[in-house]
């Protein structure tokens, strides 16, 4: 089994990204959370793997954070549930929101993820509820683990673990990083204006 790769991002085009590692290519599929956060073709990318072997293919899938290849790792255990919806959960909400949209027996946020119905939903929230406890919280946990060094990275992480959105988060650093900040400075001044 394929758990991590860490090597040189190659190309990204959704939902596929390439990594070579050692001289040898990898072909991921990803969900447009981790597409958010990758790097520039070129350089390096670790990220958490799930391999999928079927009768008629077998799929390699990356994350950048241990919390959303746990949670799609979880889903795919509800019946009828596979990797092309959990990948749509993903790229649709946070493994955070998720984890409460199933506490909270949310079936209105839960059907306004693509491919997800009423009567999988309400199947989702029987048989998560009790699995998701260990997602609440560990998004933020797992994004420090892998945190960027530079300023906009680690601002960008800290608003992803406050449930931002990745497009808000874009708007919100954009307008509120100046040359010499800190990651601090970022932060304070991207909730002020999230706050207006």
Not at 1 to 24: F, K, N, T
Not at 39 to 53: I, N, R, S
Not at 155 to 160: I, W
């Amino acid at each position: 089994m394929i758990g991590r790769l860490q090597g040189i991002l190659v190309s990204r085009q959704p939902p596929w990204i390439l990594v070579d590692v050692g001289g040898v290519g990898y072909e991921l599929e990803a969900p447009m959370s981790t597409f958010y956060d990758l790097p520039e073709p070129g350089q390096p990318v670790t990220l958490c793997t799930h391999y999928a072997v079927k009768e008629d293919s077998v799929a390699l899938y990356g994350f950048l954070l241990e919390s959303e290849r746990a949670l799609f790792r979880a889903v795919q255990k509800v019946s009828g549930i596979g990797a092309k919806i959990a990948l749509a959960i993903l790229s649709s909400v946070s493994a955070d929101d998720f984890a409460r949209y199933v506490q909270g027996g949310d079936i209105a946020a839960l059907t306004r993820i693509p491919g997800i119905g009423k009567k999988t939903a309400e199947r989702m929230i029987v048989e998560l509820r009790d699995r998701v406890d260990g997602l609440l919280g560990a998004t933020a946990a797992s994004a420090f683990a892998v945190l960027p060094k530079d300023p906009l990275g680690e601002a960008s992480v800290a608003l992803q673990s406050l449930g931002y959105k990745p497009n808000e988060i874009a708007r919100l650093v954009k307008d509120a990083s100046a040359p010499g900040d800190s990651a601090e400075d970022i932060i304070r001044k991207a909730l002020k204006a999230a706050l207006r």
